[in-house]
């Protein structure tokens, strides 16, 4: 399977244009939070229609720009996967959108106990028979994904914390632009693409002999 994987878009769809052979090429689009800048779900949903994939090749989550009401609307058009697993081709995506709390009081934010009863509950409530790929707004703490400029950490221990636990083939995050990078923890494939707004995008390849990336840039 391949995935293109597209985060932080920040409503900029004139890229998705310009990713139009890739988007026809992937198996599965995964958009992972930010679709917007502080809108609510008008215009999350064109970022949606933009990608011009049909539904059931096209999963979503809305990131911690995106006013909360974002959420519902994606679950509404059957794309959502926040606290959720489902089931495309050969794996299973379980989604987690939103971010930690952070100093700018963005609309969609959460504590760390959310975000790890979320993920709690998704897998309590769903049976999960196929490789897990966890597409998740808020990077996990210490890796590649969540590094800041001033060379920080703001990743979630929720969320790494389900990761050791649970050992995802992938986990596909995004929220920190400047942290884009691939590396592989204890076996899982960690991808931040960094912002599509800016031009970023990675390819994500799902074999039997587990996961591979590669980062692209427009």
């Known amino acids: 399977m391949q ?10 769809t004139e890229q998705l244009v310009k990713l139009a052979d890739a988007i026809d090429e992937a198996d599965l689009v995964c958009l992972c939070g930010d679709l917007t800048s ?14 011009k994939k049909p539904l059931d090749q096209l999963v979503a989550v809305s990131g911690n720009c995106d006013d909360k009401t974002v959420e519902g609307s994606l679950v509404e058009k059957g794309v959502g996967v926040h606290g959720q697993v489902r089931s495309v081709g050969n794996i299973s995506i379980l989604g987690l959108g939103g971010s930690l709390v952070t100093p700018f ?7 760390e106990e959310e975000l790890a009863s979320a993920l709690s509950q998704a897998m309590e409530e769903n049976s999960v028979s196929s490789p897990l790929v966890l597409l998740s707004h808020q990077p996990p703490f210490q890796s590649c994904a969540d590094r800041l400029a001033s060379g920080g950490h703001a990743g979630s221990r929720a969320v790494r914390e389900f990761i050791e636990k649970h050992r995802p083939i992938a986990c596909l995050t995004g929220h920190i632009h400047e ?9 899982t494939l960690i991808v931040n693409p960094g912002a599509l707004a800016q031009g970023r995008y990675a390819r994500v390849f799902i074999t039997e002999k587990g996961a591979q990336a590669e980062l692209g840039a427009l």
């Open 3 to 12: 995935i293109l994987l597209l985060s932080d878009i920040h409503g900029h």
């Open 38 to 51: 502080f809108q609510g779900p008008a215009a999350a949903l064109r970022v949606v229609e933009a990608v």
């Open 105 to 111: 009081r963005t609309p969609n934010e959460y504590r």
């Open 179 to 187: 942290s884009h990078g691939i590396e592989r923890q204890n076996g």
